[in-house]
């Protein structure tokens, strides 16, 4: 079974700083992807990143990037420049190749505040 | 495109009650699915669809009951509503199994159970 552990309920940055959020993971699949999902106050999910576990580079998306860490099995956001339109509820989750690959596994959630 | 609809947005129902959550995509897509969302405990998986015609159980399929009749509908029945069932409910789509597919999501519908 899968599982996602998001260690932070609630982190804060201010604007235009750095703030990384954290992510662990277990799986015993060898082929699955993570992802970062932000659902900011109107309820919508949004993909904000995903990174295959066979690519060894980090998945970069504008000011959003990762750190994947096999080994370690750790996954973490890194938003940079923050704004106040990045606000939001953070989800890490994970799917896999194997017999349940019809879902995502979700992590609790972060709530990212960013304070002007 | 439109996406993934929702409808409604918001509802009431007493304990005892049965209704019908709709979801409706224009993407075409495969895969259909329904999360339920409570305070600190993420998304969890309801009910899923590979296509018309065929569904499958979740994590949490007590008390919902699913059909797909067609590419674009998937509706969520309750069948006797409890206040455990009171939660925020998503619908998902994609094109193919979730296995690193982007997962697209609608609204959500927020239900209280009384």
């Known amino acids: 079974a899968q599982t996602v552990t998001q260690s932070q309920p609630e982190m804060s940055v201010q604007e235009a700083e750095t703030v990384t959020l954290s992510c662990t993971y277990d799986t015993s699949e060898s082929d699955y992807y993570l992802f970062w999902y932000k659902q900011p106050p109107s309820r919508q999910m949004i993909l904000v990143i995903r990174?295959?576990?066979?690519?060894?580079q980090n998945a970069t998306e504008n000011r959003f990037s990762v750190n994947f860490q096999k080994a370690a099995k750790s996954f973490s956001l890194k938003i940079s420049d923050s704004q106040l339109g990045d606000a939001a509820m953070y989800f890490c989750?994970?799917?896999?190749?194997?017999?349940?690959?019809?879902?995502?596994?979700f992590g609790k959630g972060t709530l990212l505040t960013v304070n002007p | 495109n439109a996406g993934v609809t929702q409808t409604p947005k918001f509802q009431v129902l007493k304990t005892g009650q049965s209704m019908t959550l709709q979801c409706a995509q224009d993407?075409?897509?495969?895969?259909m699915s329904w999360y339920r969302q409570d305070p600190g405990m993420g998304l969890r998986l309801i009910h899923y669809s590979v296509g018309a015609g065929i569904t499958d159980q979740g994590e949490v399929p007590n008390g919902y009951n699913v059909s797909r009749s067609t590419t674009e509908d998937f509706p969520l029945r309750l069948l006797s509503a409890a206040p455990s069932q009171t939660s925020v409910y998503f619908c998902?789509?994609?094109?193919?199994?979730?296995?690193?597919?982007?997962?697209?999501f609608g609204p959500g519908t927020r239900l209280t159970v009384l």
């Open positions: 989750a994970s799917s896999n190749s194997g017999g349940s690959n019809y879902k995502l596994t």
């Open positions: 998902a789509s994609s094109r193919g199994l979730v296995f690193g597919n982007e997962q697209f």
């Open positions: 990174q295959e576990a066979y690519k060894q």
């Open positions: 993407m075409n897509h495969e895969y």
